[in-house]
């Protein structure tokens, strides 16, 4: 079979259905409870899509806390003390502007395109929306036995919180010298007025974050370390280049507690959207909590004797997000000898299955080693896939869609020298292989 050819270019709306129906079809993402009609922005992750954000997880996890001795790990709790929220600020100023359609009685963001021309996005009516409201993002829920307001909490909007509060347990129990950060991934929640964009914007999502903890006068350093550390990140994840830039916060644009913050957008078939967000929060949180704590949070430098509050350089990337621009980035549609295939260029680490195994035909025993050969793989902890049903080139494609970077044939050959047919995925090559030595092949290409 000959290379790939020239790709086709595809409307922005069609990669996104096209997206969509594959994730469904291939085992990636479903609409949550879809045989109730759905939830609205709640996703669940199928077999080939939680083994990707684990994936990705994985990648993000070895990258902050494993290959480096100065970032700790840490998984705080979803439900914190009321206070922490009020100390964050969050139950004050975490709010969007809210109206109201007067036709359809639809509800969105006042600072979306069409709302601030005038005209409904549901129903299409001009110059009928209430006057606009603040509306509070954070779940509320309660705790204890009696629905009373003293019992109120409040779902987690971000998981740096739990980063912040326990900043003297991680660096007393670490022994750690500042600088040194804290890493955590965790379940986030928000009350979404208009989420959209399949897992872009949702109302119960996934954050990696790292806040690390520096002297003041060295934050901008840092800052400047931290933001070129994430860019380099995602391109070694196999994103491309191109589809990546820099989008600095202007004076009105800065959150509360920022002094500097710069967005890592891609772009989506539906535009530059940010993904992570690299912040210099001063020393804002820690100073919050030891005012509303009425407890130290301060840091002592054994050496020097000197104390201070430490300013957080926080990374702040969503897991749902990112598996998106990897999804996107990776979605591919082109001809192969006058067919078209659709095919995810996955990079191998990130693969859910790294190898598909093919009995050719169903007989001479081809099953039974192709079945020993799956079970080697899996045993080995390398995910794999046994497909005996439909023609060779029909498993192909199914494999090209799910992003399994090499299909293992065996053959009429292979009873003959012990050797088999990997495929590869982009290429499209096929190469002959020991069938005791696939194993040992596969490795050296993770």
Request: glycine letters at 8%; hydrophobic letters at 35%.
């Amino acid at each position: 079979m000959g290379p790939p050819n020239q790709e086709r270019p595809m409307a922005a709306k069609d990669v996104m259905d096209k997206l969509v129906s594959l994730c469904k079809r291939r085992g990636f993402i479903y609409q949550s409870s879809e045989i109730y009609g759905g939830t609205g922005s709640v996703w669940d992750y199928g077999p080939l899509g939680i083994e990707l954000k684990r994936n990705i997880k994985d990648r993000w996890w070895s990258a902050m806390v494993h290959q480096r001795d100065d970032i700790e790990g840490l998984d705080a709790s979803i439900l914190m003390h009321p206070r922490v929220w009020e100390a964050s600020g969050h139950v004050e100023g975490f709010t969007d502007p809210l109206v109201e359609c007067g036709t359809c009685h639809r509800r969105f963001r006042a600072d979306m395109p069409e709302v601030a021309e005038g005209q409904c996005p549901v129903c299409g009516t001009k110059d009928t929306f209430s006057e606009a409201r603040l509306f509070n993002l954070m779940f509320k829920t309660f705790m204890g036995p009696v629905e009373e307001a003293a019992n109120q909490v409040y779902l987690r909007p971000e998981t740096a919180q739990g980063s912040y509060v326990n900043f003297l347990n991680v660096q007393t129990a670490a022994r750690q010298k500042v600088p040194f950060g804290i890493a955590q991934i965790g379940k986030a929640f928000r009350n979404e007025i208009t989420p959209g964009n399949f897992i872009f914007r949702t109302r119960e999502f996934e954050q990696m974050e790292m806040q690390f903890f520096v002297e003041p006068g060295t934050d901008e350093d840092w800052f400047e370390f931290w933001k070129a550390a994430r860019m380099d990140w995602h391109v070694e994840m196999g994103i491309r280049k191109e589809k990546l830039r820099f989008l600095e916060h202007g004076p009105d644009e800065l959150a509360h507690y920022a002094k500097t913050a710069f967005d890592i957008e891609y772009e989506y078939p539906f535009g530059w959207k940010e993904f992570e967000g690299i912040h210099n929060r001063t020393d804002f949180d820690l100073s919050r909590h030891q005012e509303y704590s009425k407890k130290r949070l301060e840091y002592i430098d054994t050496a020097s004797g000197k104390r201070f509050v430490p300013y957080v350089i926080e990374t702040a990337v969503g897991v749902d997000r990112t598996l998106l621009v990897v999804l996107c980035d990776a979605y591919h549609e082109e001809e192969v000898e006058g067919e078209q295939r659709v095919v995810l260029r996955l990079a191998p680490a990130l693969a859910p299955l790294k190898v598909a195994v093919f009995p050719l035909v169903k007989k001479d025993g081809l099953p039974e080693i192709a079945q020993k050969l799956h079970a080697d793989l899996r045993a080995a902890a390398i995910p794999s896939f046994y497909d005996a049903a439909g023609s060779i080139g029909r498993r192909y494609r199914r494999q090209d869609e799910a992003g399994t970077p090499w299909c293992v044939t065996v053959d009429g050959q292979t009873n003959e020298d012990g050797t088999v047919t990997v495929r590869d995925r982009d290429s499209l090559e096929q190469v002959r292989v020991p069938a005791d030595g696939v194993l040992t092949w596969v490795r050296e290409r993770l």
